[in-house]
């Protein structure tokens, strides 16, 4: 994919810029996760290897809890499906801590009363990030390692702390994070009937 992304940027010419949208496993930085030991390599980290630093901007997202539209596995019909609150070690577990204690008039991380808000750890515009840049304090707390959890086309909320957990540094694996506290499950333009049965299910 990363050769197919310099061939196009190629192809385009002088100041071409493309947009990549895929999930955060795929985009942020392996070498800042547990993927590192295992020698696998993932989009966001032959792009920045590539194209250099300076030259790219990561952004990764993140959720509390919600719903979402995932299968139980490859190749089954999508379902809707209610996300647990993260587990407490976690950086979803911080973040959603952060919305909850925050002093939102003074916070660095722009939190937003829709319990939406975003950390931006790095900037390639020099005034962008002395002005909206969180604090080295907090920058270094998010290099921690911790759990990350990571949602694709699949989710089997049983099996969660094996299926969907690894570790990771949020804070180099991406140069931004969006923390969404309450996700809302995307529906399908064909909704099977085991997805409005799953959400009827799950009605409050």
């Given at each position: 994919?990363?050769?197919?992304?310099?061939?196009?940027l190629?192809?385009?010419?002088?100041?071409?810029?493309?947009?990549?949208?895929?999930?955060?496993?795929?985009?942020?930085?392996?070498?800042?996760?547990?993927?590192?030991?295992?020698?696998?390599?993932?989009?966001?980290?032959?792009?920045?290897?590539?194209?250099g630093?300076?030259?790219?901007?990561?952004?990764?997202?993140?959720?509390?809890?919600?719903?979402?539209t995932?299968?139980?596995?490859?190749?089954?019909?999508?379902?809707?499906?209610?996300?647990?609150?993260?587990?407490?070690?976690?950086?979803?577990?911080?973040?959603?801590?952060?919305?909850?204690?925050?002093?939102?008039k003074?916070?660095?991380?722009?939190?937003?009363?829709?319990g939406?808000?975003?950390?931006?750890?790095?900037?390639?515009?020099?005034?962008?990030?002395?002005?909206?840049?969180?604090?080295?304090?907090?920058?270094d707390?998010?290099?921690?390692?911790r759990?990350?959890?990571?949602?694709?086309?699949?989710?089997?909320?049983?099996?969660?702390?094996?299926?969907?957990?690894?570790?990771?540094?949020l804070?180099?694996?991406?140069?931004?994070?969006i923390?969404?506290?309450?996700?809302?499950?995307?529906?399908?333009?064909?909704?099977?009937?085991?997805?409005?049965?799953?959400?009827?299910?799950?009605?409050?």
């Open positions: 994919m990363v050769e197919c992304l310099q061939d196009l190629k192809h385009i010419g002088d100041g071409a810029k493309a947009v990549i949208w895929a999930h955060n496993s795929h985009l942020g930085d392996g070498r800042e996760t547990e993927s590192k030991r295992s020698k696998e390599v993932n989009i966001g980290q032959l792009v920045r290897q590539r194209f630093l300076e030259n790219t901007f990561n952004i990764g997202f993140t959720t509390y809890t919600g719903s979402v995932a299968a139980d596995s490859w190749d089954m019909d999508p379902e809707f499906k209610r996300v647990k609150p993260s587990l407490k070690d976690s950086h979803e577990y911080l973040l959603h801590e952060a919305l909850i204690t925050s002093d939102t003074n916070a660095k991380s722009h939190l937003a009363s829709n939406q808000y975003y950390l931006l750890f790095r900037s390639n515009s020099k005034q962008q990030e002395d002005t909206n840049s969180i604090s080295k304090e907090l920058n707390l998010l290099h921690e390692k759990l990350e959890r990571a949602i694709g086309v699949i989710y089997r909320p049983n099996t969660e702390r094996q299926s969907h957990y690894f570790d990771a540094h804070s180099t694996q991406f140069d931004c994070v923390h969404i506290e309450t996700t809302t499950a995307l529906e399908p333009l064909e909704t099977h009937p085991q997805w409005i049965q799953g959400k009827t299910d799950h009605v409050p």
